[in-house]
């Protein structure tokens, strides 16, 4: 075969959109919680998604630069959190940490929560005397029958209430069962939940089943 004219030769080119880069704008989402919150519930909402945001996609040492530019945020430290996006090489395209890309472009998005308390938070304080003032029957969370599907093929009921943390059921399954808590590990909609979690966080309903898988412990002779 015969060599190609030189002047044949069409080299291929690679061409990279930059993506638009704007400066972290100063002002915080507003949104509306679908319950009034308190500041606890706040924090556990937070804590359950940073627990489990990097388990998912991106890159860890990302996710920990977004939630130390969260904070930065939440103390109006405005200098403090670009300093940190730009550290780390964080490109907003809209000027916002709701939707982010790192270097190597992949995104990220932060739920508003993270970033602001909703305009119907409520003081712990005005919350508790509330319930003082409530009455005795209005005080106790009203239970009901949980379903709960272990890996083992074996379903049970177990009596919660709301405010309930995945850790406190976790506890009375493994009285109920005698499955040790580090032994389980609780799913709701495909999402794995935190010990912090609550389930009036999860919006589950009286009729849905939360997901149990049940891991063997280790013998060792």
């Not at 993506?19 to 919680?33: A, F, G, Q, T």
């Not at 982010?100 to 992949?106: A, F, R, S, T, V």
């Not at 379903?147 to 059921?169: E, H, N, P, W, Y």
Request: glycine share 4%.
């Amino acid at each position: 075969m015969g060599v190609a004219n030189s002047r044949d030769y069409r080299p291929t080119i690679t061409v990279v959109l930059k993506r638009r880069n704007e400066p972290l704008k100063k002002d915080k989402p507003k949104w509306k919680s679908d319950y009034p919150m308190t500041e606890g519930q706040l924090r556990s909402k937070r804590d359950e998604f940073w627990d489990t945001a990097p388990a998912f996609d991106g890159r860890k040492e990302i996710w920990d630069a977004l939630k130390a530019a969260a904070v930065a945020i939440e103390c109006n430290d405005h200098q403090l959190a670009q300093a940190i996006v730009d550290g780390a090489s964080i490109t907003l395209p809209h000027g916002s940490l709701m939707e982010c890309y790192d270097e190597l472009g992949n995104r990220y998005q932060l739920p508003a929560y993270c970033l602001s308390p909703p305009v119907n938070l409520v003081s712990e304080c005005n919350d508790h005397n509330a319930s003082e003032n409530a009455e005795p029957q209005e005080k106790k969370e009203k239970e009901f029958q949980l379903k709960v599907r272990l890996s083992t093929g074996k379903d049970l009921r177990l009596s919660v209430t709301m405010a309930d943390s995945i850790r406190q059921l976790k506890k009375q399954l493994q009285i109920q069962e005698d499955i040790d808590t580090a032994h389980q590990r609780w799913f709701f909609s495909g999402k794995l939940l935190t010990d912090k979690t609550r389930l009036q966080d999860t919006k589950i309903q009286k009729d849905f089943v939360i997901q149990v898988i049940v891991s063997q412990p280790i013998v060792t002779s």
